[in-house]
């Protein structure tokens, strides 16, 4: 047996040093995977992040690549005019006009090929009587278009009409993070150190740079427009706004004398109203058409003064190019980098998972920054913009890992622990089994036993009939009856190890019926009274008043047949023979007691009882008939309708057996 034991304990030793190494192992594997998919989370924010700016981008420039060429300049005609009108057009507002902020947009203006600007709040005046509104409008105006004439139109010196989308990449333009592209030149640009649009993954200093490219500022993903309008509404359009740009001209560079003639239109009270007559086809078919082609934007970036507090080192201009016939014209806005930069933090915050945070900075920001788990380069084609996340609590894996190592180890001590214990534990389910074997042994001779005396006292009455040795009535009477109760025994028996037998396998069935509790209690105990009579017992019934419910009747015709047969078994020495048997209601529970006068039940054995086999005596000694199934049983019915069983004691002497079950819900109290 040591020997066993000592081979045993050497195999499990060898087994937990072996487990203890491969779980060491494991956990390293286990921070790395970690480290990884964080990592991977990271880039999966980004590339949500990259998405969402796309869209809100790609937003604007359909919205502004879709709008009117009339809307830059000061004023338009509407092109619902009838032709019966065209002598005396209205005009109307900008729509741009009022302000210079317009979404991403900032400062809308067209450039004609002399150089002429002209803008949609060309028209605000500075006065005394102006008000402050006004004022400021027409201070940013003024410097939007000194903006323009300083930093922009030299960029684009030497444009020449036909040739201006050509020449917007000129040889004046600055390129912060690529090199200069050569005139006319559009697209990515390589240089040795990174290509604008690879999205491989970089490495900054030990960290995670990836690319992600932003395609919609550029002129690739956008198509050219082609828009039909008539002749008389361009006419007017160019009319107008030539007047306006030169009175503004005028204005702004301090000339005392107004040469500019006001445009030829309808006073400038009535330019608000909107006609809604549309021309008749005929009308509409003898009008001549002019065909306007609007092509994409492109981004321009031009350097200034204050371009170190730029995140791109310098303003953005998106310009495209349009074409009315043999007139040239560009038109375009600044980007408004700060609006953009919102609109970034905006979907980075959104996207923010837990333990992670953000901030922006220029290209190759993150170098210097060690906390940064993942540097997301936003390539706009023209320059980028790093979003550098980050961990909130960096040492977390760390201490995770570090939490996982002493749950790891808790889990060595505790399946060392565990393996004693089943060693200890062998031991006991071997006295277990052992106790087990011998209670299935003492069943099968008390099922033996149990069937051979009911079968003995059947087969020696019936052959005494047979043979006719019964010559008195009353006698042969007497026979017929011990033969009844005997065979009743007998299928009570039976019974009880059928049900047993289902019960143990889940076979046993029941059928609910709502009826009177009363009546088939008071039927058994009827059944019974000859048995107990027999055996020198009297069962009197205090029936109380109960509740209709719904119950299995062969289940509770067992509970009270067994619980009367025990206490006719274990009182049968008791001085009062009498027992009683009771029902009635707590409430909750529908209760049916048995109770007897003979010697009880000691508190050690009060539950164990109910067990299945378990027996008060030993088996080689016992002097009371029984398998050891009865009580087992009624806990078994009694569990079947939600109820329960319990044994107390009895004054003087005895016990009483109440059963509980659960009482229909209209009868419960609360």
């Not at 749950?407 to 389910?429: M, R, T």
Request: some cysteine; charged content about 25%; hydrophobic content about 35%.
């Amino acid at each position: 047996m040591y020997k066993r034991l000592i081979i045993l304990s050497v195999i499990i030793l060898a087994s937990l040093c072996g487990l203890v190494w491969m779980g060491y192992h494991s956990i390293r594997i286990r921070a790395e995977g970690m480290e990884g998919a964080r990592l991977g989370e990271f880039a999966s924010v980004a590339e949500q992040i990259r998405q969402d700016v796309k869209r809100k981008l790609d937003e604007f420039m359909q919205t502004e690549q879709n709008r009117p060429y009339t809307d830059y300049q000061y004023y338009y005609v509407p092109e619902n005019v009838a032709p019966s009108q065209q002598r005396q057009m209205p005009v109307l507002r900008s729509p741009l006009g009022e302000r210079l902020e317009h979404g991403l947009a900032y400062g809308n203006f067209q450039l004609e090929p002399d150089g002429s600007i002209t803008t949609p709040n060309d028209g605000p005046k500075q006065g005394q009587d102006a008000e402050g509104r006004d004022n400021d409008l027409y201070a940013k105006a003024l410097l939007n278009r000194r903006n323009i004439e300083r930093n922009l139109l030299p960029v684009l010196s030497g444009t020449t009409p036909g040739s201006l989308k050509m020449n917007l990449y000129g040889a004046g333009a600055y390129y912060p993070t690529t090199p200069p592209r050569k005139a006319g030149q559009v697209g990515p640009v390589e240089d040795e150190h990174r290509v604008v649009g690879d999205s491989k993954s970089k490495s900054l200093r030990g960290r995670q740079a990836e690319n992600y490219p932003i395609e919609s500022l550029q002129s690739q993903s956008q198509k050219t427009r082609v828009v039909e309008q008539r002749r008389s509404i361009v006419e007017q359009n160019i009319a107008s706004n030539a007047a306006e740009s030169q009175q503004t001209l005028l204005e702004q560079g301090g000339r005392q004398a107004a040469q500019a003639q006001p445009p030829p239109t309808v006073p400038m009270q009535q330019a608000a109203e909107v006609y809604d007559s549309q021309p008749s086809p005929a009308q509409e078919s003898q009008v001549e058409t002019v065909q306007i082609r609007i092509e994409p934007f492109v981004p321009l970036l031009v350097p200034y003064e204050e371009g170190q507090q730029s995140i791109f080192g310098g303003q953005v201009f998106l310009l495209r190019h349009v074409q009315i016939e043999d007139k040239h014209f560009l038109q375009g806005f600044q980007l408004d980098e700060k609006k953009l930069i919102e609109e970034v933090e905006e979907s980075a915050a959104r996207f923010m998972r837990n333990g992670m945070d953000f901030e922006l900075s220029r290209a190759g920001g993150a170098l210097g920054k060690v906390d940064v788990a993942h540097a997301a380069i936003l390539d706009f084609g023209f320059g980028d913009l790093t979003l550098n996340l980050k961990e909130v609590d960096p040492d977390w894996i760390g201490q995770e890992i570090r939490h996982l190592r002493l749950w790891y180890f808790g889990i060595v001590a505790v399946v060392l622990l565990a393996v004693a214990l089943g060693l200890v534990s062998l031991w006991s389910n071997a006295a277990a089994q052992t106790r087990l074997a011998r209670k299935k042994d003492d069943f099968i001779s008390a099922v033996s036993h149990e069937l051979r005396t009911p079968l003995t006292s059947i087969r020696m009455y019936a052959e005494m009939l047979e043979k006719n040795w019964v010559k008195s009535q009353d006698k042969a009477a007497e026979y017929y009856r011990n033969m009844r109760q005997e065979s009743e025994r007998l299928s009570r028996l039976i019974e009880n190890v059928l049900d047993f037998s289902r019960i143990q396998r889940g076979r046993k069935k029941y059928v609910f019926n709502v009826g009177d509790i009363n009546n088939r209690v008071g039927a058994v105990v009827e059944m019974m009274k000859p048995y107990a009579t027999q055996r020198g017992f009297s069962v009197k019934t205090e029936l109380g008043q109960v509740e209709p419910l719904a119950f299995d009747s062969d289940a509770v015709t067992q509970i009270v047949v067994n619980l009367l047969d025990n206490a006719i078994k274990y009182a049968r020495n008791a001085e009062d023979r009498t027992i009683t048997v009771r029902t009635g209601s707590d409430g909750r529970f529908v209760l049916i007691e048995v109770e007897d006068h003979g010697p009880g039940v000691p508190h050690r054995q009060r539950e164990k009882i109910f067990e299945s086999f378990y027996r008060s005596e030993a088996e080689a000694t016992r002097q009371t008939a029984g398998t050891g199934l009865g009580l087992a049983l009624v806990k078994k019915f009694a569990e079947a309708h939600d109820g329960f069983v319990e044994v107390v004691g009895a004054k003087p002497t005895g016990a009483i057996f109440r059963v509980a079950l659960a009482a229909p819900k209209s009868a419960r109290s609360d």
